[in-house]
C-alpha cells in the first residue's frame, strides 16, 4: 500500500473556526490532490500540486486554499469553515511517470456545526 | 470539457451474477481510463486501467477493455461475490492536463 496518512481522521468544529487538515506521502510522489466526497456530488477536486510550492485550484476551491512546502506534506486550509464544507475530504498522491495512478490516503470526516 | 458518465445506482445482485457497470467518457485525443473501488469507510483503490485503445484492463476477476470507437470503458465480472460490495468509479486522465475526472460512482450490494 502507497504511504500516505491524513490528520485529523475526524474533526468536529463550528462555523467561523479555521481548519487545516494534513497529508503525508512517503512515496515521494509529485502530485497531491485534495478532494471532497459527498452524497450526490461524488468526488469533486478541490486543489491540487505539482510539486513543492507548485499548486493549482480545482473545480470547487472556493472557501479553501493549500500550502506544500515540502515534497511529502499538502495542507489544506479552510479559512473560516461553514456548514457546507461538511464533508469527507480525500488526499492523492500520483506519480509523473504518465500512467497518472491515484493512490488516495484513509480521509478524514470534518463536521462543521 | 472532460467528462465520465456512469450508469445511476445503486445497484443490487444475487452473488454468483454477472455484473456489467457502464461508463462512457467525452475526450479529445486518447485519455488514460481507470476504474477505482471504495469499500464502505476506506479511500478509493485503483481497481484496473487502460491506456490505449483496444486495451483490456482486469484485476481480481474484473475487466473492462477500452472502446475508442464507442467512446467506452464498461467494467464486467462474471461471478460477483458479497466481497465486491462496494462504489465503483469510472475515471479519465486527458493528454493535456495533470487531473484525474471521476465519474459520479455506482453503488454495487452483493446479496447471499
Known amino acids: 500500500d502507497a504511504g500516505i496518512t491524513q490528520s485529523p481522521r475526524h474533526k468536529v468544529t463550528e462555523t467561523g473556526t479555521p481548519v487545516t487538515l494534513r497529508c503525508h506521502q512517503t512515496?515521494?510522489?509529485?502530485?497531491m490532490y485534495w478532494y471532497r466526497q459527498d452524497p450526490g456530488h461524488g468526488l469533486r477536486l478541490i486543489h491540487y500540486s505539482y510539486g513543492v510550492k507548485d499548486t493549482d485550484k480545482g473545480e470547487v476551491s472556493d472557501g479553501y486554499s493549500v500550502s506544500r512546502s515540502k515534497t511529502e506534506d499538502f495542507l489544506l486550509t479552510l479559512e473560516s469553515a461553514t456548514s457546507s464544507q461538511t464533508s469527507v475530504y480525500f488526499c492523492?498522491?500520483?506519480?509523473?511517470?504518465?500512467?497518472?495512478?491515484?493512490?488516495f490516503g484513509p480521509g478524514t470526516r470534518l463536521t462543521v456545526t | 470539457g472532460d467528462s465520465v458518465t456512469q450508469m445511476e445506482g445503486p445497484v443490487t445482485l444475487s452473488e454468483e451474477a454477472f455484473l456489467t457497470i457502464n461508463c462512457t467518457y467525452t475526450?479529445?485525443?486518447?485519455?488514460?481510463l481507470f476504474w477505482y473501488v471504495q469499500y464502505p469507510g476506506e479511500g478509493l483503490q485503483l481497481l484496473l486501467k487502460?491506456?490505449?485503445?483496444?486495451d483490456k484492463g482486469s484485476n481480481k476477476g474484473f475487466e473492462a477493455t477500452y472502446r475508442k470507437e464507442t467512446t467506452s470503458f464498461h467494467l464486467e465480472k462474471g461471478s460477483v461475490q458479497v466481497s465486491d460490495s462496494a462504489v465503483y468509479f469510472c475515471?479519465?486522465?486527458?493528454?493535456?492536463?495533470?487531473?484525474?475526472?471521476f465519474g459520479p460512482g455506482t453503488s454495487l450490494s452483493v446479496i447471499p
Open positions: 475515471a479519465l486522465k486527458g493528454t493535456s492536463y495533470d487531473k484525474v475526472i
Open positions: 475526450a479529445t485525443g486518447y485519455p488514460s
Open positions: 512515496e515521494n510522489h509529485r502530485y
Open positions: 487502460a491506456t490505449k485503445a483496444d
Open positions: 492523492a498522491i500520483s506519480q509523473s511517470d504518465g500512467t497518472y495512478e491515484q493512490y
